[in-house]
């Protein structure tokens, strides 16, 4: 397949036609090969395809280069690819511009995306806007938005822990993966933690990084299984869940391997985990 590219690119070097340069590049793009993808994209925008800004902006977006992404989405839009706004959203919280991100995020809305309402109620949350990002959720809704469905059921748990929400929320398991632990301790906190157990272990082989803590603390708080809460915590930290490291050093930390959890807690703490922060200084000053 590489090589059939290269052959394109090649035969394509001394043309002028823009569609041309803009389906390799979208060619490249879907083979991995951002860079070359660029080079088109680019220069298919030389050519007079204004819109393929849109284009050149995905690909800098997959590179990490987020501000000329920016840049790119604002060409866009300037031409008319109103579809940018969504990706200028997310380029823009890459680049901690959360402000910016919300107003692309609503002029999306505007235009239609459907993506658009659930991006500004995850970032709203993320900012502290509890309430609006609630509304923002349910109103997408109630609109038949199904990940938003399964998003304000969570969410709803989350705040009262009302039984009633069950159904919700095992209707949201394949739209969003909170769902299934916020299910898992509905279940639990109903007793029926043989149904848990399952549905945890479920989500841990169908590949979900998020079941593999709460698997983990059910094996220790409700089943009095330490080796398999370690085996479970070790998964996650494996599957890339950086909360799980709090919850391995806790648990070596009750079983006296001070070093052990110690070593946790900073992984933990170097991820960003502000409660692995807290619980590392108070072993440190336990030890003084």
Known sequence: MNEALDQRLVATASSTDAELWMGLGCDLADAGRGVDAEMCFRRAVELGLDWVWFNLGNSLLTQRRYEEAIVAYQHAIEAGETDAWLNMGFAMEDVGDFVGACEAY??????????????LAFLLRKVGSQSEAVAVAAQAAYAGDVLAKAVSAVWAWDKDEDPALEQALRDG????????????????????????????????????????????????DEMDDEDAAEAAYRSGIAAGDAYSHLNLGRLLEDRGDLEGAAEQFRLGAAEGDDMAVTALRELEEDQD
């Not at 609503?106 to 991006?119: E, N, W």
């Not at 549905?199 to 094996?219: C, F, H, I, M, V």
């Open 106 to 119: 609503r002029a999306a809305q505007s235009a239609d995306d459907p993506k658009a309402a659930i991006s």
């Open 173 to 220: 398991i394949e739209h969003f993966g909170d769902a299934r632990t916020a299910l898992a301790h509905l279940l639990c906190a109903t007793e029926r933690v043989p149904e848990a157990r399952a549905l945890l272990e479920q989500g841990a082989k169908l590949g979900e990084p998020n079941s593999w803590l709460p698997l983990g603390n059910l094996y220790r």
